[in-house]
Structures are given as C-alpha cells and as structure tokens.
C-alpha cells in the first residue's frame, strides 16, 4: 500500500524536510546563545555566514511544506478508488486513524510555515538582522511539528489497508452526525450564510484597512484566522450543497473532484493564500516597534494585508457565484 | 511588488546569460537531469495510460460476476441457478457465460474461448482475436483444426477477426457458437462457466452480492469495482517499485548535482568575487544560483518529460514494456491512449526538482560566502 509515487514522494519531502531541520537545530542552539550583531568575534562572523545557508535551508523547507499540503490533499483524493465505501478524500483519510491528524498536523504547520517565512522576510531585509535569535528559536519550535507531521504521515500511510471498509463523506458530513463536523452540517442556512459573509467582511475590512492605514495588524490575523473557520463551516454547511445541487451532500472534499470541475481549488487556493498572509501580518506585528524594522515592517504587511484582502473577496466572489449559479433552493420557496 | 519581480527578472537575465557563457559545463547536467526525468516518466505516464486502460475496459464489464465454488475451486454453474436469481430485486439482467481456456500446443499458448452472449456466431465457424490471427497466420476465409480434450479433431472456418482497436482485451480471443463450445469441451448441456449479473444502481451492488452470497452459500460473487481495485493497486504496484528501483539513480544524480555544484572553476569564483565586490550581497549570490538551478531543472524537466512523452505514446515504451505490461506467448499489440495526470506530474516534479535542489543548497551557499579579496588575489 505503501508503494505509491505520491506517498513516496511526500515522505521523501517531509524526511528530508526534518533532516534539514535536525541540521539546523545545532546552530540554532549556538545563535540563540552566542548572535551578537555588534561583536566582530570570529564566532560573530562565522554565525553571520551561515545564517545565509541556514535560512536557505529554512525556508527551502518551509516551501516544500506549503506544497505538501496541496499534494497531500491531491493525493488523498485520487486514492480513493482503492478503498471500499470511498468517494473521495473523506473516504481515504478516514481508512485508519491518522488521516485526519495528518491532514491537521500538515495544515497546521502551513501556517506556521507562512509565519515564519513573513519573520524572516523582514529580518533579512534589515540591516542589522534585528530578529535572528527569534528566527532561530521559532525554528526549534517548527522542528517537533514538521516532525509531527512526518510521523503522522509514516503511521498513516504504512496503515492503510485496501480491505479496510472505510465511511464515505456521507456519513461523516451529515446533519445526524455526532462531533464537529456533523455540528457543521447540521447549521441552518440561513444563519450559517450570514455568519459566513459576516465573518469574510470583517477579514475583507480589517485587511483593506491595514493595507490602508498600516493600523490593526493583529486584527488582521485575528479575522483571518476566524475566517479560515468561518469559511470551512460555510462551505460544509451550505456552499457545498449549491455546488452539488443536493440538499444532504455536505462534503468539502468531493467538490475538488473533475465530475465538479475541480471548483474546490477556486475556492481553497484563496482561502488558503489569504489566510496565510493574514497569519504572515499577524506573525511580523510584534517586532513593528524594532528600529531597524520601522520601515521594513509597515510596507510588508501592507502588502501581505492586500493579497489577503484581495484574495478573501476573490473567495468569497467564486462562493457567490457558485451559489446564484446552482439550481438548488436552500433557502424560502 | 513590481521592484521586486524587477529584480527577479534581472537576475534571471543575468543568470541565463551565464548559463549561456558556460554551455560546456551545464550541459552534462542538463543531459542527466533530463535522462533522470525520462526514465521516471515514462515508468509513470506508461503505468498510468495501463492503468486508464484497463479502467476503460473494465467499464464495460458486468456488475457482479457469480461463480459456483466446490472445495474452494471454481465449478460449473449447475441448471436451475440463473433462475433462482433471476427474480432478485435491482438486478436487472442475468445471463450465464460459457468460456474457457484451451492449451494449443501447437503455439505453446493459451486461447480464450468464449460463446459471445447472443450466440450469434455461426456454428462451424470461428471469430478470432488478432494476435492469434498472427501467430497461427489466419485470415478470413481459412480454416483451423483443433484437437479437442477428449481426443476428437474439429475443424473451424474462419469468419472473421476482431479488430485491432480491441487487441487490449481481445488478443487470444476465440468466438465460438454455444452449440460447438458444448461439443468442442465435452460441456454437460444446461451448465454454465458462471453468470454474469447486471445492476442498475451502483450503490445496490454490494447488496446484492451480499444477498446472492446468501442465497446460494456455494457461490462467489466478484465485483466489478474489485477487479478494478485490483488492477489499479497492481499497477501502483508495479510502477511503485520501478520508482523504488529508480530511486538509486535520483541519489545518484544528487551526489552528482552537489558535486557539480561545489566544484566552482576559478572563473566562476572570479565572477562571484567580482559580483561582490561590485556590490552584490551574499543573498544576490544565493538568488541568482538558485535562479541557475531553477532554470536547469525546468527546462531539464520539460525536455525529459516530452521525451518521456514521444516514448511511451509514440514508440510504445520500449524500454518499460516488459516490467510494467507482463508478457505472454500470445501478447496483444496496442496502442496507448495518451493521459497524463495532473497528480502525476506533480509527484514527478517532487522526485526530481526537489532532490535536485536540496543537494545544490550547500553548494551553493559555499560559492555565496566566499569572500572577494580572497578569490580576487588568487
């Protein structure tokens, strides 16, 4: 089961991913405790030298994480002709018990991965590399959790087994279901709908205004975040149900199938992106006062709060326009 | 934004026109890189269009597939079965099938024989799958004599062959009228091979196998989403431990991306000196390599992968045809419908940009941080 292309190759990103980390990890140990930017020791010089290989490094790692992300789910997807009761990703994540995990772990270090990476940008454009410890100590931090995931990946891929029956999206996104998501499903439209445009106004807004006034980072992240939840629950609830043109069929999954024109990537390549320079704006907030960053800081988040402004409305547009498209009526007579 | 894909673009200018200078040198690189990524696509691409193939196939197969078992081994359909089932609610069509297998020593191969399911072959005559056709150099027309298993011998004019298009599924397939089937094996009268079961819904299916197996406890059913199961694992299999075996090679060519790129020539290190004595920053240095590394392995993908292409969809994948197909006496001849699969091209750019660019990071940032004065002098 385990010979598949795709999973070899995510396990090779994600061994490689935690190796280079592990290689790190020494000498963000020595710059958390020897950096000192106006020392012209040997050391100091050494240090300086290779933070330029180490960020490479961090940052090579942290591209290849956001790109896992997309083949995991890809992947996931595709594989769900092998196992009875599949129909899509649901299916093939739901096999054994580390699908889910896996794909939350993978997700998870997504946006610490854009967090970090919105840190560094900033600290290499200043000249005095004002945020290198902290850089360094965020990575020992990212280290457990790209490792979670490699371990997630390991445990669930060497698991899956084709004579496993597996549940289908319908039984774990129906309104009938206990937990989250069948929580999710069981929202009523109407109330679920105004949450959904509430909360991507607020993001919209917040972002549009900091891109504006450079004011209100946090808040940034802040609905962002909320958002990113707010739109999960919204397509699970009821875009999914427009899309499918059936009132039970709540899955976030099966829309990124062909037989639905693979408009799941319309609507989660901007989510994800948005939410991601959210958490970027969010990640560079508390460093705005450091001297050498008072210029840096304000043009980069403003820029980040852009693309995310941008983006949430370019979701929230394809949503609607999946909405008044479908012939389904879910809502008055 | 625009200042910075400015810069971009000026760095990979920059970098192009390097490339250019050192033609030499890359292109070794290049031939590997691109060698690498042909043979890891066209194991992929060729065990994908198998894949789709036997998907297309199986397509038109029935839903369920019922054989009777006797001490675990397959047995005849005995008379009386077809109609208990027959009446089962959601199945809408129940047919038994009359095939079997038919050693020709002649050949040293195995045939198919099969009555089709509106027995509208001619008896005393013979419809022939084309690689037989071949083998045995029959056409139209012409005649066959075959020595059946009890001894007799039986002659069959030939009416005709089957096309080319369906050689995949077809290859040593003999058409045969139900009343010839019967003589030509010795084939007790109202027996069956098995039945053949057709369902409108595909959400019954599992059902009503459940109920069949039920009914008649002597019996197997077989799906048709299970033997498309399996094909497609055997597959993945199979082009699994081509990638397997092929990942030996990817090592390889990141020992020698690394080596490559940490033997600079003392042009190359005179160039970085001067580029930072001009001015450049380590960070210029490691763009602008990396931008080197991205433009090899771009273009090293895109000729590999087109080459892959003409391979298994032009030439019909000499070199991977007998890892991945399987062989038999009697092989069909086909040729694959082109496919390629997005998730495909995506595992394949993983296998072999990213080992790539992993090995040359080091390397890279060692040609970075040398210092100019130093280069300068020497």
């Known amino acids: 089961m385990i010979f598949q292309p795709a999973i070899i190759a995510l396990l090779l990103a994600s061994t490689v991913s935690v190796a280079m980390l592990l290689a790190a990890t020494p000498f963000a140990l020595d710059v958390i405790r020897h950096w000192n930017i106006t020392s012209g020791s040997e050391r100091q010089l050494q240090l300086e030298r290779r933070t330029y290989l180490f960020s490479t490094l961090a940052v090579f790692v942290m591209a290849t994480q956001l790109l896992s992300l997309l083949l995991f789910v890809f992947n996931a997807d595709k594989m769900s002709v092998m196992f009875v009761g599949a129909m899509c990703a649901v299916g093939t994540l739901n096999a054994n018990a580390w699908g889910f995990p896996a794909l939350i772990a993978q997700m998870t270090v997504f946006f610490l991965a854009a967090g970090w990476l919105a840190v ?8 005095d590399y004002p945020l290198t410890r902290i850089k360094y100590a965020a990575l020992l931090v990212l280290l457990p959790a790209v490792a979670a995931v490699l371990w997630l990946q390991l445990k669930y891929f060497a ?3 084709a004579d496993v029956i597996t549940s289908c999206c319908g039984s774990l996104f129906s309104e009938d279901t206990k937990g989250l998501t069948g929580d999710m499903a069981a929202l009523p439209p109407l109330a679920a709908m105004v949450a959904f445009y509430a909360t991507l106004g607020l993001a919209f807004a917040t972002a549009a205004f900091h891109a504006q006034t450079g004011r209100g980072g946090v808040w940034v992240a802040v609905t962002s975040l909320a958002s990113f ?12 149900l427009y899309i499918y043109e059936h009132p039970h069929h709540h899955c976030p999954f099966c829309i990124l199938k062909p037989e639905y024109d693979w408009q799941g990537y319309w609507l989660y390549v901007p989510l994800f992106l948005a939410t991601a320079c959210g958490v970027g704006v969010g990640a560079v907030q508390p460093f705005r006062r450091v001297d050498s960053l008072r210029q840096v800081i304000p043009a980069l988040s403003a820029r980040l709060a852009a693309i995310a402004a941008v983006s949430f409305l370019l979701f929230t547009a ?3 326009i999946q909405i008044v498209r479908s012939n389904l009526v879910l809502l008055g007579s | 934004m625009s200042p910075w894909f400015e810069k971009q673009r000026h760095l990979i200018d920059f970098t192009l026109a390097s490339l250019a200078r050192r033609k030499g040198r890359h292109l070794g690189l290049l031939v590997v890189f691109a060698l690498l990524v042909f043979a890891l696509a066209s194991a992929m691409l060729f065990a994908h269009a198998l894949r789709h193939e036997a998907q297309q196939i199986l397509d038109g197969a029935p839903e369920i597939v ?7 081994r397959h047995d005849l359909i005995p008379p009386g079965t077809i109609e208990r089932i027959s009446g089962m609610r959601g199945v809408q069509q129940v047919h038994g099938r009359l095939w079997g297998y038919y050693y020709d020593p002649v050949v040293k191969a195995n045939y198919t024989f099969l009555v089709p399911p509106d027995n509208s072959i001619q008896p005393g005559t013979l419809v022939i799958g084309p690689a037989l056709a071949r083998q045995r150099g029959l056409a139209p027309g012409t005649g066959i004599s075959l020595r059946s298993y009890s001894g007799a011998l039986y002659s069959f004019a030939i009416a005709a062959v089957l096309p080319q298009a369906s050689e995949l599924a077809s290859a040593d397939l003999l058409l045969v ?3 010839d089937f019967r003589a030509f094996f010795s084939y007790p009268a109202d027996h069956y091979t098995d039945i053949a079961l057709s369902v409108a819904n595909p959400a019954e299916v599992r059902n009503i196998a459940n109920k069949l197996a039920k009914l008649l406890p002597d019996s197997r059913p077989i799906l048709r989403e299970e033997i498309q199961r399996t094909y497609a694992s055997i597959f993945d299999w199979r082009e699994g431990i081509m990638l397997a075996l092929l990942s030996a090679a990817i090592l390889a060519f990141a020992i020698l991306a690394w080596d490559k790129a940490s033997g600079l020539s003392a042009d190359e290190k005179r160039e970085i000196g001067i580029l930072k004595a001009i001015g450049w920053e380590t960070g210029d240095i490691i763009k602008m390599k ?22 298994v969809f032009h030439f019909g994948a000499p070199l991977f045809e007998p890892v991945l197909k399987g062989w038999s006496v009697l092989y069909p001849r086909f040729v694959l419908t082109p496919v390629i699969d997005g998730l495909q091209v995506a595992t394949l750019f993983f296998f072999t940009v990213f080992p790539f660019l992993a090995a040359t990071l080091v390397p890279i940032w060692r040609a970075a941080v040398t210092d100019p004065d130093a280069v300068m002098r020497t």
């Open chain 1, 120 to 127: 560094n940008h900033v600290d290499s454009r200043a000249p």
């Open chain 1, 159 to 161: 698991n899956l087994r």
């Open chain 1, 318 to 320: 394809v949503a609607t």
């Open chain 1, 229 to 240: 939840g707010a739109a999960l629950a919204g397509i699970i609830s009821f875009v999914s």
């Open chain 2, 66 to 72: 019922l054989q009777k078992l006797v001490a675990g």
């Open chain 2, 177 to 179: 009228s139900e009343a």
């Open chain 2, 290 to 311: 990396f931008w080197e590394g991205a433009l090899i392995s771009l273009i090293a993908f895109l000729v590999g992968f087109i080459a892959a292409y003409v391979h």
